[in-house]
């Protein structure tokens, strides 16, 4: 589940093993014991290993609104976590930047350190976005073009879905 380790953050993932095949990002901030879940599919196991890692949810960021980036939202928000559209400002490095094209609203979160970039339904293993459910191509093309294209090239992609397989 750790898959990303740096010298403040560590970034874990929870693969959904459905359909969708998405991925639940939860970015770990050891020093503070703080974490911020990065669309949570399930909110009940987010929950539960949070307590069995002794982190306390700080926030729930959401790279865009359709429901399998959501799913979890209820659970978490229930619990007294609340849906953030930045990451706190004690969590330094992290940019929140827009993406749109597969949604209108679509944003991502990129680390200069990693470089990582948590592309949500922007970018993928081999492939990017549909535009079915609120899309537009031209501006995901925009989008590629304007900003994803100039990414340093060690940018590590973490993608909201494991779509290798069926995109090769």
Not at 48 to 77: K, P
Request: hydrophobic share 40%; charged share 15%.
């Amino acid at each position: 589940m750790l898959i990303l380790r740096s010298p403040f953050y560590e970034v874990h993932r929870i693969f959904a093993g459905h359909s969708l095949r998405n991925y639940t990002y939860i970015v770990t901030h050891p020093a503070t014991t703080t974490a911020v879940v990065i669309d949570p599919w399930d909110g009940e196991s987010v929950l539960a290993w949070a307590r069995a890692q002794g982190l306390q949810l700080v926030g729930v960021f959401n790279t865009h609104q359709h429901h399998d980036h959501i799913r979890g939202n209820a659970v978490l928000s229930e619990a007294g976590v609340p849906v953030l559209d930045a990451l706190p400002e004690a969590w330094p490095g992290w940019q929140v930047w827009a993406s749109p094209g597969h949604t209108s609203e679509h944003r991502v979160l990129f680390h200069d350190a990693g470089p990582w970039l948590l592309s949500g339904d922007t970018v993928f293993q081999a492939g990017v976005g549909n535009c079915k459910n609120g899309g537009d191509p031209g501006t995901l093309y925009r989008t590629l073009r304007d900003w994803l294209t100039r990414l340093p090239d060690a940018t590590l992609v973490l993608p909201g879905h494991d779509y290798l397989k069926r995109n090769l």
